[in-house]
């Protein structure tokens, strides 16, 4: 069931917040957007099925919103990927940005978003993403990735001492808060539905450059982002999806001078992660006892087979791309190891609440 409140002229941009039982934290998010951001801009929210008293409290919330606010109710949870779709195709503008229901932006953030695009090679813009409880901390600006497909938000965890603080082309931006050319949507088409969640800003950003769009972080654009607040960081659901899709990625996106390394690229990086568990660092060591590591490792395999019923219907879509690509194999290869996360860094890190 579609909702709208208010009917002014064609915004400039569009604003989708996808929402699943997190009430609280969609009002404190659709209350930053309160404050001046700007630009004139239209508001979609796309209720996943909630049943919290988000999707009514949207409602109350518009009539005395100063933006319009189109209203999105599923009657299930679709999963943020098909969420983000509904959003993108009733938006009215040529550009949409996407903010998490557990972030909060700063005033003007939408406008600093807006400010990438003057360029028309650029179909993305980044934010600079800080830690909700602990502003000083970056959670991401911008992404960098592993060459067997796992990504990671760059910056995460660094104290921010200005050292992101100047424009930059980086490789794509984070779903939680960035902006995309409605075009550049129109001609690549939106987020990939089964992937349902997690990873899926990767593939999307990673496949726009692919077809030859580039991607500025804009510093000026922040928000504030609490961790982990859609399935909780240590869940297995979330540790069999990032896993999935990261084998779905590599295997729809990646160049094959990479893919056929896939596996060795994979086992040093399960292998570093366990070093760095032993010594109390990574991703693993936040599992409190060894049951609840071994679910973890159950979890990550139960991705992997996942991704292995599903490699068919992703190879068709990888021959489907290959009209869009702009750049060859080698440039995408070039791409990816220039945009590198290392392997200490990674393994030795803890991921934000997207990864």
């Not at 209203?71 to 550009?95: D, V």
């Not at 939680?176 to 593939?203: K, P």
Request: positive net charge; aromatic residues 8%; hydrophobic residues 40%.
């Amino acid at each position: 069931m579609n909702e709208s409140f208010q009917h002014d002229p064609l915004p400039l941009a569009s604003v989708v917040i996808v929402n699943w039982n997190r009430r609280a934290l969609l009002e404190a998010c659709l209350n930053s957007l309160s404050q001046p951001q700007g630009l004139p801009f239209e508001l979609i929210v796309v209720d996943n099925g909630s049943s919290d008293g988000s999707a009514s409290y949207v409602g109350s919330f518009a009539t005395s919103a100063p933006f319009p606010i189109h209203l999105i109710r599923n009657a299930e949870n679709r999963g943020f990927c098909a969420a983000n779709n509904q959003g993108i195709a009733a938006a009215r503008s040529p550009f949409v940005a996407l903010l998490n229901n557990d972030a909060e932006a700063e005033p003007g953030w939408l406008a600093h978003l807006h400010t990438a695009f003057t360029d028309e090679t650029v179909g993305m813009a980044a934010s600079k993403i800080l830690v909700y409880e602990d502003p000083r901390i970056i959670d991401k600006v911008g992404h960098l990735i592993y060459p067997d497909g796992q990504n990671r938000g760059r910056g995460t965890g660094e104290l921010d001492s200005g050292q992101y603080d100047h424009i930059e082309e980086v490789l794509w931006p984070d779903g939680c808060a960035c902006m995309y050319r409605r075009s550049m949507l129109d001609e690549i088409g939106g987020f990939d539905e089964d992937l349902f969640a997690y990873g899926d800003d990767a593939e999307l950003g990673l496949r726009a450059r692919i077809a030859g769009w580039r991607c500025l972080y804009m510093p000026a654009a922040v928000v504030r982002h609490h961790r982990g607040a859609t399935l909780g960081q240590l869940n297995p659901q979330r540790i069999t999806l990032i896993e999935r899709n990261r084998v779905l990625l590599a295997a729809k996106l990646f160049p094959g001078s990479l893919l056929w390394m896939n596996g060795a690229f994979y086992t040093a990086r399960i292998l570093a992660g366990l070093w760095a568990a032993l010594r109390n660092k990574g991703e693993i060591s936040r599992f409190p006892g060894w049951k609840d590591k071994l679910r973890a490792m159950l979890a990550l395999i139960r991705g992997d087979l996942q991704a292995l019923m599903m490699l068919p219907k992703t190879l068709r879509k990888r021959r489907a791309l290959r009209p869009l690509r702009r750049l060859s194999p080698r440039q995408v290869r070039e791409l990816i190891l220039n945009h590198r996360i290392t392997l200490r860094e990674l393994s030795e890190s803890v991921a934000g609440p997207g990864l």
